[in-house]
């Protein structure tokens, strides 16, 4: 769940990313515990996967972050990152795997622009293989909507493939009024 190869904190071998990950999951179930109060405030249970930079090149659905967020206290006892691996079809196999009785998960992929093109690519993960009705299901099944705003940027890009959301020089959500969270609206 938590690397960077290039300044060397998880070993060569990953091995200490490894060690820590059970804890650090851990940890933000206990906090999402801690701090849920029903009506008032509500917390999930939930990670980042994000397969920046481990992706081959052109490979469908590159680049995209995906936030699993999990119905219930009933979760994985660990987390399956893009280091275990960067294609999103062994997140999902991973999830169907782990994620099971009252186990049930979400998983929203957001920053489609970082992909290239290829967010919702006809193909499976290596841009080659058509998807069949089989790998089509699983994916409507875990992944049934896509973010498409939030408040630095959104992820239809109508510069261009590939742009850096918070540089389109468009009005973000607050901008036009339509944050719920904003403090400009009355």
């Not at 999990?70 to 196999?93: C, G, H, I, M």
Request: aromatic letters at 8%.
């Amino acid at each position: 769940m938590i690397y960077k190869e290039d300044l060397g904190v998880c070993g060569d071998d990953h091995e200490v990313c490894d060690e820590y990950t059970p804890q650090v999951w851990d940890d933000i179930q206990s906090i999402a515990t801690e701090f849920n109060e029903p009506g008032v405030f509500t917390t999930l249970n939930a990670y980042e996967w994000t397969s920046d930079g481990n992706v081959p090149q052109g490979a469908a659905g590159s680049g995209i972050h995906r936030n699993i967020i999990f119905r219930n206290d009933t979760v994985p006892e660990t987390v399956f990152s893009a280091k275990d691996s960067p294609n999103p079809e062994d997140l999902w196999a991973w999830l169907n795997a782990n994620c099971t009785g009252e186990c049930e998960a979400i998983v929203i992929p957001h920053n489609a622009n970082l992909s290239q093109g290829t967010a919702f690519n006809p193909t499976y993960y290596d841009n080659v293989t058509p998807i069949d009705a089989a790998r089509a299901s699983t994916q409507q099944r875990l992944e049934p909507l896509v973010e498409m705003m939030q408040t630095k940027g959104e992820s239809e890009c109508k510069t261009g493939l590939g742009n850096v959301d918070e540089l389109f020089d468009t009005p973000t959500a607050e901008a036009r009024g339509i944050l719920g969270s904003s403090s400009q609206l009355v």
